[in-house]
């Protein structure tokens, strides 16, 4: 069955128009049995996957080589949705470069733990913040010894993403900080940048005071008992904290 297509036609609820799959037994057979394929309830993948073929759902307008066509957008959902997941972080990667970050250079710090931890930050909130403000602060502390002329009061600035799957989705809670390379201070009413030289052995020495905090917080909250800290802390390659 052959669909027409208006140009470019940007309009909204039943102004849209029809994928022919939509009226097809193709798209009923498979918003009832593609959940099958994933554990998915068939109504959770065709409210998400299959609804955001509909144009109905929103649509761009595009030609190439003397042909017109439409594109519908994705799902929208929050599952793992290739196509979501991109447009979200450009659109966040716009949004933090235009709106968010001054004009100075911004520096990616990470932070993953061992597997022996990642348990506990999956199921307690309060206790990956926590984490996160030690690794925060570690991180301030040294910029501002990598910034010569800023006064201690400085601060820094930071935007932190939290990722609780790996590449291959295996759970791996760890931290995307995307952070200032320098520190803030007040002089007035206005801000003062000092830019940072931030060195290996600064980098090093983040890591391995994030690794000893991070253990005896967990020592202190019975998380791991004395011998099992012991033990981390004999692990070579920063005995899982990278």
Same mark, same amino acid.
């Given at each position: 069955m052959k669909t027409i297509i208006p140009k470019y036609n940007y309009g909204c609820g039943d102004l849209y128009p029809t994928y022919a799959e939509e009226r097809s037994g193709y798209y009923g057979l498979s918003a009832s049995s593609a959940g099958t394929q994933c554990g998915l309830s068939g109504d959770a993948r065709?409210?998400?996957n299959l609804a955001g073929r509909l144009q109905a759902s929103g649509w761009g307008g595009f030609a190439c080589c003397g042909y017109d066509f439409l594109i519908a957008f994705s799902?929208?959902?929050?599952?793992?949705?290739?196509?979501?997941?991109?447009?979200?972080? *450009?659109?966040?990667?716009?949004?933090?470069? &235009?709106q968010v970050f001054p004009q100075v250079p911004v520096r990616q710090w990470v932070l993953s733990f061992p597997k022996r $931890?990642?348990? +506990? !930050?999956?199921? /307690? #909130? /309060? $206790? !990956?913040?926590?984490?996160? @403000?030690?690794?925060?602060? #570690?991180v301030e502390k040294a910029l501002l010894l990598c910034s010569p002329d800023a006064p201690d009061h400085a601060?820094?600035?930071? *935007?932190?993403?939290?990722?609780?799957? &790996?590449? =291959?989705?295996?759970?791996?809670?760890? +931290?995307?900080?995307?952070?200032?390379?320098? *520190?803030?201070?007040?002089?007035?009413? =206005?801000? @003062?940048?000092?830019? =940072?030289?931030?060195? @290996?052995? =600064?980098i090093a020495k983040v890591q391995a005071e994030v690794r000893e905090r991070v253990l005896r917080l967990f020592k202190r909250r019975k998380?791991?008992?004395?011998?099992?800290? /012991?033990?981390?802390r004999q692990w070579e390659h920063g005995g899982g904290f990278s």
């Open positions: 065709s409210s998400g799902c929208k959902g929050r599952g793992i949705c290739p196509s979501c997941n991109t447009r979200r972080m *450009v659109e966040t990667a716009a949004h933090l470069n &235009g $931890l990642r348990y +506990f !930050l999956a199921r /307690d #909130s /309060d $206790l !990956l913040n926590r984490i996160l @403000r030690i690794f925060l602060n #570690s601060r820094l600035g930071a *935007v932190t993403f939290v990722h609780r799957f &790996g590449s =291959a989705l295996n759970g791996h809670i760890h +931290f995307h900080c995307c952070v200032i390379d320098g *520190v803030f201070s007040a002089e007035g009413e =206005a801000l @003062r940048f000092h830019q =940072a030289i931030v060195t @290996r052995e =600064a998380l791991l008992s004395p011998e099992d800290v /012991d033990m981390v």
